[in-house]
Each structure stands twice: as C-alpha cells, then as structure tokens.
C-alpha cells in the first residue's frame, strides 16, 4: 500500500504532468491561455488576481527552499531549526492567506458572476476543486500544526521524501510516518499535477519572463510552412 | 536607411456616407464567431461622438499608445515593461464588456412556437454574453447620425478638449463620418505591448498580426492600441484584430471594407518607409512636427538611392512598382493632403485620412453662398473655427495649419474643377494660390472623385517563388455558434472556428479571377462569398455539374477592370 501511495502515484501523476504538457504544446497551442475572464468582471478580480497570484507564486518560492534545500544546507549555513522554522511559518502564513483569500474570491467571482459561469469548463470546475482542497490542506498544515499545534518537522521526512523521487531512489517508508495531514497534502497535490497539463493552468509554463529583455516591436517574416503544416486543433479547415 | 514596404490605406472621408456597408462585410468575413460578436474590427464613428469603444480617445483613462518621457525616450503609456508584468494579474486599464456594449440576439423561437393568443408575440432580446433576457443600453454605433448627441455628445474625448471653446450648439452643430480600421502602425504599441511575443508586424507588407498559437491571452495588446483596436475573444481567450484581409491582398485583392464600400472612398497601397528612422520620428518633441515626421520617414519611391536601397534589402521589381503608382503615398506626401488618426499616440499609423470639407461647405450653402467658390469657401475655412479644430484634434495634435491646407486644397479643387467642366475660363490662380498646378489639380480629381478601381488599389501580389504559401480565410460564414465550424465547448474550452484556413496563393487566386464553376476544386462544402469575383456562380453554391470539361484557366474576368 505504502509503495503504492508514495512510489508507483508520484511516477504515475509526474509522467502525466511531463509527458502531458509535451503533449498539450504540441497539439493544443491554440487552447494554451489564460482564458482571461476579465472583459467580463473587473472589480473583484482587481483584488483577486494579485492577491492569488502573489500568493500562490510566494507559496511557490517557500515550496522549493523547504522541499528542494536540505536541512544540512541550512545548518551548515549556520541558519538554526528556530529561526528557519520562525521565517518559514511567518511567511507560509502571509502568502498562504493571500492565496486562500484570493482564491476565494476567485471562485465566488466565477460562480456569482453569470457570464464567467457560463464560460467555465468542467475542467475549470476539477482544477477549481483540487486546488482548491490543496490549498486548504495546505493552509491547515502550516496555521493549525505549524503555528498553533505542536509543529512538524517535515524537512526531516516529506521534503527527503520528495527529493527521493527525484533521483529516482524512492523512499516510501518517509511519507508513511508523515502526519496525515501532511499525506493527503501531498497526495492531493500529486492529483493536480496530474490534472495540471489538461487544465488553464498551463498558463504558469509560459510567464512571459523574456518580454523583460526582447525588443520592443517583433517582426516576422509570412509563415513558411503554410500549407505543409498539418492542421492542428483550432485550425482545421472548413468544409474538409 | 532601411528599406522597407508598408501597405497603407486612405480614407477620403468626405464620401463617406456612413452606411456601415464596411462594417458589416467585415464582421461577416471576421467575426461572425462566438467569443467576437461585440468585435468590429471595421468600425464607422460618428463625430462628434463617443467612439468606440465608448471614450477610447480618452488616454489619460485608457493608457494607450507611447508618451515621451523628459529624457526623450519613449515609453508604453501604461507604463514600461516591469510594471506591465506587475499588473498582469489584473490589468487595470482594461476596458470591459460595458465599454464596448453586451451583445445580443432575439429569442426568435418565441415567434415560431407561440400558440394562437390575442396578442401578438414579441421576440425579446436575449444577452449572447449570459444567456439572460436583458436591456439593450448599448452597442457599436449607439449615437449613430448623431442619435442622442445632446447626451452623449458632450463626453466626447476630442470635443472635450476642445474645451469652453465649444458650446454645443446643435442646430449649428457639425457632423462628419469617420470609418476606423486597425492602422498597421509603424511603431505599433500593441506589439510593443504583447509580453509573449505573439503579435508581429510582417516584415514584408508591414500587416500586424496576432500569432494565435503563440498568444497566451495575457490582454496587454488592448491596453496598448490607442486606437483600441485589439480585441479580447472572450472564448478563445485570445487577441484578435484587424488583419487587413491578409488573405486577399495577399492574392492583389483590396481588403473586405474597401472592396465593399459604397462611397468608394478607400485608398490602398504601398509605402516604402525608413525603418531606421522610425523611432526617432515618434520621438520628436512637439506633438505638432509628428505629422512632419511621420511624413518624412515615408520614402520618395522614384528616388534613385531609395530604390537601390530597396533593391538591397530585397524588395522585389514589381512591388516597386506598385510603390511608384501608389495611391496612398500620392495622397500623403506628393499632394500633401492626407493626414494621419491621432498622431500623438506616436504609433505612426498607417491609415490616413482626408478630412472632410462638406462641414464646411454645408454651412457656406445654408447661409446662401456659393459653396464651389474658393474664395467664399478660404475664407470659411478660417472662420468656422470649430469644425477645423475638432479635425485638428483628430489628425494633427491640434494643429489646425495642416487641415486648413487639406481643406482650402479640396476647395481649390472643387471651384477649379466647376470651371472645367463649365467650359468656363480657367483661373489658374486658384491652383496657384494652394501652391499647386491646374494640371496637379486635375490629378488629383482623377483620383479622389473618378477613383477608378485600379487606380485606387494598387496592391502588388505576395511572392511564393520561394515555395511559401499562404494561409486563407474560407466559408467562415458558416461559423454561427454551433455551426459547422464552431468547436464548441471541449474540454479545454471553447474552439473559436476557424480564423483561417490552409490554402495555397494559386487556389485562391485561381477562385478569384476564375470565371467558371468547374474550373475549382471540388469538395469544398462551404459557400465562399468572400472570394466570390461576381462573374460566376459562388464555388459550392450548386451541386457539380456531370460534364466536368476542359478545366481552362479562367483568366478573364478578374477584378482589374472595374472602375
Ligand atoms: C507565473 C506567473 C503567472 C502569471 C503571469 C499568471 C497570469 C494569469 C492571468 C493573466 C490570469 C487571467 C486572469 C483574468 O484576467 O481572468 C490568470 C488566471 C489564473 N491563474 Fe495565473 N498566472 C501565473 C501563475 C499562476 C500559478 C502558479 C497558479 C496556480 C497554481 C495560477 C492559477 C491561476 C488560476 C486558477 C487562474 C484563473 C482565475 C479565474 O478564475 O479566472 N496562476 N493567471
Ligand atoms: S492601431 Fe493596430 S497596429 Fe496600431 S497599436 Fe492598434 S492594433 Fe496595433
Ligand atoms: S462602406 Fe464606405 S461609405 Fe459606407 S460607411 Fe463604410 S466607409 Fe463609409
């Protein structure tokens, strides 16, 4: 059972994430988009845009120093438990409520708001729900065990854990003395990743980071492929 | 210098009658999708009025175009690149559906299946955008003819400017129509806007573009156009815009609204423009010398050294050509009398227009003079202080020196023209006085009121020697909301038709100039009217016939002829 949660579900979900975006980008570039909703509401998504965002790409930044950087790391850099502890729980807590605030009110915008419901997919409505169930797990993880309870140390088994996997030494026994909160965090997660290339998200792949440094008007020349490309979803022809 | 070839149109806006033929054709070829009903990439405006989308000119509030920053440089309005990433979460110059109006059908179902009853039924409008039945407020040309122009009229952002100047006075008001297109801007904010990269300006023909693949619906592209001519497909959740008919004029074809337009008012052809100046021209520091700059990197197509330049940079023969007898660069900078949409958004715009001298001549009439004579027609010019800076504020960053030279020139050539075709005695002085010639005049009659049809589109066909071939748009007026050519919702969402399908340069002039049915392909189910010549029955409009003879390339009833 252990094997299969932590060793055979990561495989499964991570090749759905890899081979699925490879596989989006190639057929469905058409469909790759934000699907902005905001010619249809404003107000509310001036809020919660940036608040999701923000927080959700914090969250993010904290994800990859807790799971990716090793404990010796950090002591070696003479960081102690208390203060990494004191740092990560803070700023978990800042970003972890600008996210939960914001998705929020995303989701109550895209349910109130008649014409963003009409527009959302039943994709919208699976993404909505497990990010949604990662996000709380998640939030409950870090205010109620982290902040308020008793704490956990999950560098010390889910963040091994996750690296194992990674160099494809995976090591089940870790996950299964993880508290059960911090389980069905990561297994909710690991169902996200799996749904994640289907879904808008795909947007994140494509953060337009090079717009700082290109110039300013692009130029192109007529496409040279024409007709020789096959016709991909979007671009099929008419009455063929 | 850097050579490079620009196809640009003009408007002559005094024939323009306002009948939104443009508009509509367009919309049929473009837009008729779910995700664009509201998207005009053709638009008519009446001014004084309020645009649209509602108050666009309006920049302190929209944030379109570029401004000059102290050091002389140019930034994005909204702001530079770190900033536009910031706000991309949430773009808060973004207008919504309300800007440009909820669109709508009738519940013609209604009609059809109402039982025998006393009353008669009525079909009610339904939102396209909701579902919901609802209140029409609003739409693309709501204050039409100047419908409702005490209200409205007022938050005109051109009029506002205008300031205490302009008391509104409406039985002396002025009306003119203005048709907008996307101006394939030299200096293009929307491209400059576009954080993936996706929106392009071609390098051969200068067309901008939006790369549906590569657009990731990030919305900057509205934000930047002043002109507010990127549109946001609500379902696609991608940028459109105006292409101006790649497709046809790829093929030597005028675009949709020029080959439609009743008042026969468009102009199109080639520039040949110095990329390398283009920057230094937006940047100059009085709003009132951008006309000169704009002007000034249009290059002199007879020129010696700008065609061994444009020779160098690859330009082939007959685009040069077609660069020498363009109407458009004849317009603009050999008579002078062609003036570009809102310079100061320093875009460089690429669709210019002739400002209308009817205002003026209307009241020269009303009040009982003779409104073909110069002289009376000069000296109303600068007395009818209002329309003439209303127009200044369109074309000229409210310089009203270069409308008045358009006007008085238009003048000049109506009272010339009288005395031709009266026989009466030529007085040369009239040419003379707008410095120019009888004979220039006489041109330029021939070109603005005979407008022949090969005279007013000059268009050089695209190369494919090199094994290119372009894509076309074809039967897209099937495209209604789950018709044929609409995906419907998937589970990515929703498909948006088919913008444009693959198709090779020769099947689609071929279908063109063709004046037989069976010299086409068959198998094409759908009824293309908009490649249709008029000289044969549409491809696909009848079952093929049995004897499928000689096919023998149609080559006589291409469009050239016409006038
Ligand atoms: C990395 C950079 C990112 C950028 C530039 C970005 C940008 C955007 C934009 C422009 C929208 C459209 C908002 C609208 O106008 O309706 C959007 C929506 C959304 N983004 Fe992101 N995003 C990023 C990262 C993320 C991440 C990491 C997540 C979550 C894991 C995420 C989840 C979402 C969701 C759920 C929506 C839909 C909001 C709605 O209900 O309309 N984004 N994003
Ligand atoms: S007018 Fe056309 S080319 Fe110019 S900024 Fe707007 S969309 Fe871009
Ligand atoms: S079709 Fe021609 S005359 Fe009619 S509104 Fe358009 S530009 Fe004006």
Redesign the pocket.
Known sequence: MNTVLWVVLPYICLTSFVVGHFWRYRYDKFGWT??????YENRL?AW??PL??FG??GV?VGHALGLLVPESWTSAAGISEDAYHAVSVSGGTLAGLMTVTG?VL??Y??RMTPS?FRA?TVM?KA??LL?GAVVAVGTYNTLVINLLGAGHDYRADVAVWFRSIFVFQPDAALMAGAPIAFQLHALLALG?FALWPFT??V??FS??VGYLVRPYIVYRSRDPLGAARAPRRGWERVGS | MRVMAQLGMVMNLDKCIGCHTCSVTCKQAWTNRTGVEYVWFNNVETRPGLGYPRTHEDQDRWQGGWVRTSRGRLRLRAGGRVRR?LQ????PR?PGMSDYYEPWTYDYDTLLNAPAQADVPVARPKSLITGEPMQIRWSANWDDDLGGAPEHAPGDPVLKKLGDRVKLEFEKTFMFHLPRICEHCLNPACVASC?SGAMYKRAEDGIVLVDQDGCR???QCVTGCPYKKVYFNHRTGKAEKCTFCYPRVEAGQPTVCAETCVGRLRYIGLFLYDADRVLAAASVENEHDLLEAQRSVILDPEDPQVIAAARAAGIPEDWLDAARRSPVYALTNRYRIALPLHPEYRTMPMVWYIPPLSPVVDVVRDTGFDGEDSSTLFHAIDALRIPVEYLAELFTAGDPEPVGRSLRILAAMRSYMRQVNLGEELDESIAESVGMTGEQLRELHRLLAIARYDERYVIPAAHVEAGQSLEELAGCSLDYSGGPGMGGIGPFGEVSGTPASVESFHLTKQRAESDRYADLPEGRGAVDLLTWSGEAPPEGLFPPRRDNGQPGNGQAGNGQGRS
């Open positions: 934000t699907r902005s909703s905001q010619i998504l919660a845009g999701f965002h959700i790409l993010l998705l995303l989701v915008r895209r963003i959302t919208d993404m909505y990010l996200l808008r998200l947007h994140v953060a337009p | 990433l991309i979460f949430s773009n973004l954080p619906g990030w919305r």
